[in-house]
C-alpha cells in the first residue's frame, strides 16, 4: 500500500536559521513527490515537486527538497527563516501505476520573532 | 490568470440538513477534484473528473455525497443528509490534464461546522 508520512505534526524555529520539514513515503513503484503550503485562510500552492529528474528539487521562496531513494524521503529544507513562511506545509506523493496522489497530514512551522 | 473559485467560503447547518457547494476551476482545465480536509490532517480525495466523467470516486460516501460536472465546466458537490463528522474544509482543485506528475491548482475551500 502507499503511504506518506510526515514525521513532525509542528515545528518552531527561529527567523534567519534553517528549516527541516521531514517527509517519508512508502512505494513499491517510483514516485512523483510534491511539497504545497497552506497560508492561513488562502489556497494550497505548489512549492516544488520531483518528478524522476535531478534529485535535489529548487522550488519558491528560497525552499529546495532532496529525494533520498534509498531512505525513502523527501525532506524540504530552507537555509534561513523568514516570518513569511509560517504556514502548514503538506507533503504528496503520486504513483504512476496507482494513478493517484496522497497527502501527508501536514506540519505547522512557526517561525519566532 | 483567474485561480479556482469556490463558494460559499463558510456554511454552518445542523445535522440531517443539505448543502451544497460549488467550484468553478481555471479555465481550459480537463481536470476537477474534490477534496475533504477534516482539521488536524491533510487533504483526502473524494472524488475526481475528466471533463465531465468521474475517474475516480473510491472514497465519496455515495449514501450521501453526490458531486456532478455538468459541461465538463464547472461543479458542485452535495451531502444530504449531513453528519457531525462532515465538518471539514472542502477543497476544490484543478488541472490541466490529470497526469500524476502534474500541479494542482487549488480553490480556497469552503469550512462547512455541522451543529
Known amino acids: 500500500a502507499q503511504s506518506v508520512t510526515q514525521l513532525d505534526s509542528h515545528v518552531s524555529v527561529s527567523e534567519g536559521t534553517p528549516v527541516l520539514l521531514r517527509c517519508n513515503y512508502s512505494s513499491s513503484y517510483s514516485p512523483s513527490l510534491f511539497w504545497y503550503v497552506q497560508h492561513p485562510n488562502k489556497g494550497l500552492q505548489l512549492l516544488l515537486k520531483y518528478t524522476s529528474a535531478a534529485t535535489l528539487v529548487k522550488g519558491i521562496n528560497g525552499f529546495e527538497a532532496e529525494f533520498k531513494k534509498s531512505e525513502t524521503s523527501f525532506h524540504l529544507t530552507k537555509p534561513s527563516a523568514h516570518m513569511s513562511d509560517a504556514a502548514e506545509y503538506f507533503c504528496v506523493v503520486s504513483w504512476t501505476n496507482a494513478g493517484k496522489s496522497t497527502f501527508g497530514d501536514g506540519t505547522t512551522l512557526t517561525v519566532k520573532p | 490568470e483567474a485561480g479556482v473559485a469556490q463558494s460559499p467560503r463558510y456554511k454552518i447547518i445542523e445535522k440531517r440538513q443539505s448543502v451544497a457547494f460549488w467550484c468553478n476551476p481555471i479555465?481550459?482545465?480537463?481536470?476537477l477534484y474534490w477534496y475533504q480536509q477534516i482539521l488536524g490532517q491533510g487533504p483526502k480525495l473524494l472524488i475526481q473528473f475528466q471533463n465531465n466523467g468521474v475517474v475516480d470516486d473510491s472514497q465519496l460516501p455515495k449514501d450521501r455525497f453526490s458531486a456532478e460536472r455538468l459541461k465538463g465546466v464547472d461543479s458542485t458537490l452535495k451531502i444530504q443528509p449531513a453528519k457531525l463528522e462532515d465538518s471539514a474544509v472542502y477543497l476544490c482543485a484543478s488541472s490541466l490534464a490529470g497526469t500524476t506528475n502534474e500541479k494542482l491548482f487549488f480553490g480556497s475551500g469552503t469550512q462547512l461546522s455541522v451543529l
Open positions: 479555465s481550459g482545465h480537463a481536470t
